[in-house]
């Protein structure tokens, strides 16, 4: 609070359209839809994911199995529902991260521009020279299989995305007349950032995230996919996709398809509101 | 040049981090087996691994930028030879997909942008799904559809033959297609139409210039420019998104090469082929940058 | 008379958020053969709207009533065959910001000789040739150098001029200018002003100039129009309309420009801002403003009428001409 009593965040209003928010609703409820699979898949699974019934392998949607089963016998509906978590657990992690590392750097590029800019600008450049997916099999063969290396170097491989991005609207936003008449009245570089400017960036800060945790997914699920990430007999979608692949081979699709269309919907689902959300923006990311 | 900082510690941060895995290279050399004294000196000698990090890291851009990059820990013969027959499959590969993200999302977004009514949404619609499938969901739905359903293309495997080897290789570029179509469809149209909309057209349309002129020479003439840009990126990333593709399909290409490498821990394999990555990444990144500077006299190369 | 472009009852709506506003109401003006008339207005009110329905370069979704013709023959229906002869051999547009009306990616001489080659047919060589000699008359410096280079290589004054002399080159019977010399420095105004004045009186070109300028429109054209609100308030010929302007809003403007000799304790601004045609009510658009309106003046929309050699659209007319000229011989 200023001696002139103004209040923290100017804050623009911003107005939603009555078809975009169709678009918006929808795409809530279908992410919500897969929030609740992630937290209580495996509760409502109406089987065990991992219950093997070599007797039942590979038998299309029915009643009993509204996906079917898979090569051993599995209940397909009750495996994608399980893979929700480790699914969208990681790209979640990737998202945040990337997003909170990104923005942090996007907004002190901005703030203090000069030298640490060019610095951390020119550090950002090199790393676009590694597509995600590079950085995250290298970290594999560094690390290890599993979850963590993937998910750290997906992390290293995203931030510089946001941080180009947060740092042209951060720019933009410094250079607006009420961030001179904040500094003029003696408010420090930090609290403007923090208390002004951050607000009046939240939505494209919002749709990087979102945006952010396609990407994530994609690349994530791709490297699950590949045998390098998460192991089997973890149902995580990717490896689903990976492990239908020989049934369908047999005709039956079934493990490939549902977990593909999960995988599709969540991914369709989260772009459209990132681009509901924030404005427009041209960033070139790698698709694997 | 940018691009050469870049490939140097791109090869730094390569050899580097290899050099920093726990577990050592005696460990995949042997496969895990124990292994005696001599033995172990005699690995540790042949593969220089005790030699200080710096010495081993010139040692190995030495011999690297003459095409000697060691031998594979898994084959026990050079990277080169491993290498070598899996270039072929990876170049038809990634150059069909890449004609095939220009000509298709230059032209499907170009259309959407001149032409609204149904065909525009149709394409907009399309896109929306392209770009939310992921590469390995794609190609496995295309196996599943058009080999194993309808049987138009062969499932597995790179075919022998030039003629052979397309076919084969038809599908996978599809599949790694299809993400970067949508995306340099969708590009394309949100230029053409910011062209559309400039003054400069406008005053073309007034000195009673056709249209169709107006918009070859006028409009996509310059749209083309951030598409170009863009299409660039997106056709380095396909190389590798190849990995995906290769490995999906069973193709012998430098892609499943490095899936392979990584699952067995062959490190020199893995410094060979990520190195060459970076580098394909560089180089067309400057080949695109040559053709904007044609293209767009405002743009000098530095 | 046989007016080379006339408007009868123009009218324009364009699409503002779904819904069509009105940006022109009932416009109607002629202008003759060589004849230089100046469209002045503030900002809002229509006078580039009108320069782009006479070229029909109106934004998708707009709607037209009312007619345009040009040598007789209809603007508004012509057909596209029609229509681009129109643009070529009939009018001729010069836009405000040269830089943004030319396209940057190709030499400035793609640009000039492109009508000629495109619509006339003639070949590249000769087409250079003349445009190097339209070049030198518009005053541009080594013009054969000129056409390999960029427009964002040249200076603003210097691209204007090239506009002019890609104008001229299609000789066309009516040039348009809208703005043409805003977005250059004061001393260059000058200089393209002239130049374009020179040219057109040479060739015999009719000229429709829009401007905000009122001593401009004096110095260039033979009659200046007034526009507020999107429509015609006044219609005189500029020299009288100095001396006896017949419309209260031309009388404030006159008076609102500083001068260089009086030293006025404050600058006679009008009060309130421009309004735009959108924002218009039913009546006069001026009346808010106007110091000298009366309740009759907001009751029903103005009807631009004959007048003492002009036209005015001011329901008071008669009464307030005297004092009206009385007030700009004061100043």
Redesign the interface.
Known sequence: MSALGIRAGYRRRVRFRGANNLVLVLCGVVLAAIAVCVVLGSVIAPQDPNAVNLQIALQGPSLAHLFGTDATGRDIFSRVLAGARPSILGPILIAVGATGLGTLIGVAAAWKRGVSDALLSRGMEILFAFPGLLMAMMAVAILGRGLTAPVVALTIANTPWVARIIRSVALRERSLPYVAALTVQGFSGFTICVRHVLPNISRTIWAQLALTFTYGMTDLLAINFLGLGVQPPTPDWGVLVNEGQDSILQGAPWETLFASVFIVLTIVAATALSARLGEEQTSVRGRA | MHGVVVVLVASVVIFGSLFLAPGSPITALTAGRPVDAHTRALLEARYDLNAPFVVQYVHWLGHAVRGDFGTSYVESESVTAVMAPRIATTLILVTMCSLLVIVAGMLSGAVAALKRGPIGTAIVVAEAIGLGVPTFVASLLLIAIFSVQLHWFPVFGSGSGFIDEVWHLTLPSVALALGSVAYIGRLTQASVEGELR???V?????????RG?VIR??VL??AA?PVTTASGIVIAYLVVGAAVVETAFSLNGLGSLLVSSIAQDDFPVIQAVSLVAVLAFVVIGFVVDVICAR????ITLE | MNLLLEAQGLGVEVLVENALRPVLRDISFGVANGEAVAVVGESGSGKSMTARAI?R?LPPGARVTGQVSFLGESVLEMSADA??????NGI??I?Q?PR????????VGDFLT??LT??RGIGRQEARQRVVRLLDDVGVSRPEARLRQ?P?ELSGGLLQRVMIA?VLA?EPKLILADEPTTALDVTTQSDVMSILDEARRDRGMGLILITHDLELAAAVCDRTLVMYGGRIMEDQASSRLHDAPLHPYTAALLASRPSLTRQPGYLDAIPGRPLSAVEAPEGCPFADRCALAMPKCTDRPPVLREFRGGRTSCIRAETLAPSLARAQEAS
């Open positions: 400039k003054e400069h406008t005053t073309a349309t007034a000195r009673g210039l056709p002129r020479r006028h003439r310059n420019i293209l767009d006299p405002r | 070229g370069l229509l681009r002869t129109y643009r070529t001729g547009m836009f910001d943004a009306s030319i396209n940057p990616v190709l030499p492109e009508a495109t619509m960029f964002h890609a299609m």
